[in-house]
Nanobody, 115 residues
């Protein structure tokens, strides 16, 4: 089992920045990848960014050049630095972790970007 706790959400004006954090605990040695999904109001949950154990990253086209994912392996923490935020970035952001054969989710943190 892996437990995830997110933090860092909030309300920010357009073009502002926020940094999300997600701390993993439990069977962290089994983690292969970590990342973030976003669920906007009335929309399906979508993948925003992920980082694999080898350090390789992937981003959704909508956030490339504005968001950066990083991982502090020693502390089992994954970050999402969000810059140049837009109102369409509003949503609940969920941390996720992939282990061998399982996917875990955090409880989500709300990000609201006002215009």
């Amino acid at each position: 089992q892996v437990q995830l706790v997110e933090s860092g959400g909030g309300v920010v004006q357009s073009e502002g920045s926020l940094r999300l954090s997600c701390v993993a605990s439990g069977e962290v040695s089994r983690i292969n990848a970590m990342g973030w999904y976003r669920q906007a109001p009335g929309k399906q949950r979508e993948s925003i960014a992920n980082i694999r154990i080898d350090g390789s990253t992937n981003y959704a086209d909508s956030v490339k050049g504005r968001f950066a994912i990083s991982r502090e392996s020693a502390e089992n923490v994954v970050y999402l630095q969000m810059n140049s935020l837009k109102p369409e970035d509003t949503g609940v952001y969920f941390c996720h972790v992939v282990t061998t054969g399982r996917l875990y989710w955090g409880q989500g943190t709300q990000v609201t970007v006002s215009s």
